[in-house]
C-alpha cells in the first residue's frame, strides 16, 4: 500500500493517484538535484557628468517620458503656497491666543486682591 502525502490515505501499490483526493503519485527519481550557482550581476561602471549609462540606452521605455504641461506644474505650486499660508495663520492664531491666556493668567496673579 502507498500512503498519499496529501491526505494521508492508503492507496494500492498499483495506484498513479491517490484514490480519495485523487492527487497524483510522484515516483521517487534517483537522480541528484543540480545546484547552480545564483548568476553573477552585472557591473556597472561610473560615467562622467552628462552622459547617459550605456546600460540605460538599452531599456525601453515605451516611448518619450512625459512631460507636465506648465499650468499643472504652476498649479501645485499655488496649492503649495495656500497651504503654507493657511498654516502660519493658523499657527499664528494659535500663538497670539496662547500669550493673551498668559497675560490674563499674569494680570489676574498681580492684580491686588479685593478684600473687605
Request: net charge positive.
Amino acid at each position: 500500500m502507498v500512503k498519499c502525502p496529501a491526505c494521508g490515505f492508503e492507496s494500492p501499490d498499483s495506484a498513479q493517484w491517490c484514490d480519495f483526493c485523487k492527487e497524483p503519485f510522484r515516483k521517487a527519481s534517483k537522480k541528484e538535484p543540480s545546484i547552480q550557482p545564483p548568476p553573477e550581476k552585472p557591473k556597472i561602471e561610473a560615467v562622467p557628468n552628462g552622459q547617459i549609462p550605456p546600460h540605460f540606452l538599452d531599456m525601453d521605455t515605451g516611448g518619450n517620458i512625459p512631460v507636465l504641461p506648465s499650468w499643472v506644474r504652476y498649479a501645485a505650486w499655488a496649492v503649495l503656497g495656500a497651504w503654507l499660508i493657511a498654516m502660519i495663520t493658523l499657527f499664528t492664531t494659535y500663538m497670539a491666543k496662547q500669550d493673551a491666556l498668559e497675560n490674563a493668567a499674569a494680570a489676574r496673579r498681580h492684580a491686588p486682591s479685593r478684600a473687605r
